[in-house]
């Protein structure tokens, strides 16, 4: 790839982004950056059609990129853009105040300021509770043979779950409970309680494992969805008034978002480029594209970040977004991370 072809092939992909009609040779050739002619554009779009970056979607049509062609234009071209000082601030604006913000709402601030911005979907999965402790677990009596399973991990998360006995327990049974959970679950991190983690639980409740292990079982399911990924999607109405799009998959997209959660929990570290369909199965929506970046707490990944659109993407434009946004979540975690662990020293 020579300086040229690159410089057609970025020319190409700038033009299709702002017209979405095939760029054609003569086109290239009248830009002040092309300086060649039209023929010998044509040669270099022939060859870079050849090595898969550029396509011709009818015979007497210019051409469009491809999924590849998209994917160098990114990695060569782009580069890292910086955003100017005012526009970062009403960036920090729209994310709110930080230091009344908890995790959470930022996360869910930062997803609908993106979709705003850029007039995209936006995503955010966050990986925060699969690597947390339980902080306190306890079984309360609400009704007859109806007890409440409270479950509170480290990083200010409550579930509770309704468990109907068959028969009341004791205040044996109650005591016997609140100690083993005590002694055996606070302070475990949620990614240890496997199946086979909460099996050898119940077992060790020796004569107790009968009546109490619906509740043991209660707590395994809770620990299940722990270690699931939060999905936060935000601004889908800006992808059923994409004309790029087909609204139908869009539709299906919506309905079954939260399976985003292990597309992004298996993208590579930094930026990340995920076009639909045709180049990656799981991601469903045909012509479309999806920018992900990840972001950081106290050094290690604590979630994903991302756009998705149409392939004709303004890259240049959304991808410093992402960048600035993931920034600053790193930062803001990692800060309330530091926080905590000098809460607990002293």
Known sequence: MDARKLRI??????????????????????????????????????VLEELGFLEQPHTSAGRI????????????VLGKSELDAEEKERLDSMLGDESLCTEELLLQNASTALAEITKCATVVSN????????????????????????LITSNGKIKNKACRMTFDLTEDHMNFLQKFLEENLEGVSISDLSEERLNQLITAMGTYMVALSPLVKGICEMSRDLQKDEVI??????????????????????SHKNELGGLLDDSMSGLQIVFGEEENQNFAIGNSSMIVSKYQKCGKTAGSLGVIGPVRLDYAKIIPYIDYFTEKLTRFLSEQGDGKDDDNDG
């Open 65 to 76: 990129p491809t999924f590849s062609g998209y994917r160098l234009y990114i990695e060569e």
């Open 9 to 46: 092939l970025t020319a190409v992909v700038d033009n299709y982004i702002k017209t979405g009609e095939p760029v054609g040779s003569k086109t290239i050739s009248m830009m002040p950056e092309i300086k060649v002619s039209a023929a010998t554009v044509r040669n270099d779009m022939a």
């Open 233 to 254: 999607v935000a601004g889908e109405q800006n992808l059923l008034s994409c004309g790029d799009l087909d609204k139908g998959e869009v539709v299906r997209f919506i």
């Open 127 to 150: 990986l925060a509770p699969k690597y947390s402790v339980i902080s306190k677990v306890e079984v309360i009596p609400t009704g007859k043979r109806i007890y409440v399973i409270l």
